[in-house]
């Protein structure tokens, strides 16, 4: 089975802040990964797909980057919205399996 | 828009069962597969099970397999969970969404979830 293991585990940052969130797969998965951003009590929402490819409506300050095992979530100038917990997703088998989640907090 | 609502969540017995719903709308329901993942208080996201669009092809994560069976009815643009032999490890909220057109996709759109209970 493909482990996704994300890094930190908990980011304290401030707004406007660049903030870097990593995603090490087990084995490669080309590009196939995805970053969600989840709020409490909410659902998740996706963020980025194809490593790279920003979904429509998601402002341009989230980046994704890599291909094989390591991956990158940049945001580039942190807004107060964007605290949340962020995770990533292989979709690369058909076990969609999720990092344990990244908590950016102030 | 798409619109993703699910239902049957609530409190159940170990051993019990539980049927969860996942009304769609807003788009080409048949076209699309569809996933299950659920969150455990305070836990992370967990994949649980998606459906090809004709419903030809599905996979479980092990966790589950067995006891949980995934269905969908596309005549009523909606995606059904039947949850057996529950256990509290079970205990999460479930999350119904759409995984695109081939296998090889995330998850686009999400429901609000539905709160699943495993309790005596």
């Known amino acids: 089975d493909i482990q996704m293991t994300q890094s930190p585990s908990t980011l304290s940052a401030s707004v406007g802040d660049r903030v870097t969130i990593t995603c090490r797969a087990s084995q490669s998965i080309s590009t196939s990964l995805a970053w969600y951003q989840q709020k409490p009590g909410k659902a998740p929402k996706l963020l980025i797909y194809k490593a790279s490819s920003l979904e429509s409506g998601v402002p341009s300050r989230f980046s994704g980057s890599g291909s094989g095992t390591e991956f990158t979530l940049t945001i580039s100038s942190l807004q107060p919205d964007d605290f949340a917990t962020y995770y990533c997703?292989?979709?690369?088998?058909?076990?969609?399996?999720f990092g344990q989640g990244t908590k950016v907090e102030i | 828009q798409v619109q993703l609502v699910e239902s049957g969540g609530g409190l159940v017995k170990p051993g019990g069962s539980l049927r969860l719903s996942c009304a769609a709308s807003g788009f080409t329901f048949s076209d699309y597969y569809m996933s299950w993942i659920r969150q455990a208080p305070g836990k992370g996201l967990e994949w649980v099970s998606y459906m090809s669009s004709s419903g030809s092809v599905i996979y479980y994560a092990d966790s589950v397999r067995g006891r949980f069976t995934i269905s969908r009815d596309n005549t009523k643009n909606s995606v059904f969970l039947q949850m057996k032999s529950l256990r509290g490890e079970d205990t999460a909220v479930y999350y119904c969404a759409t995984k695109g057109t081939i296998v090889a996709a995330p998850c686009h759109q999400w429901g609000q979830g539905t709160l699943v209970t495993v309790s005596s």
């Open positions: 997703q292989q979709y690369n088998t058909y076990e969609g399996i």
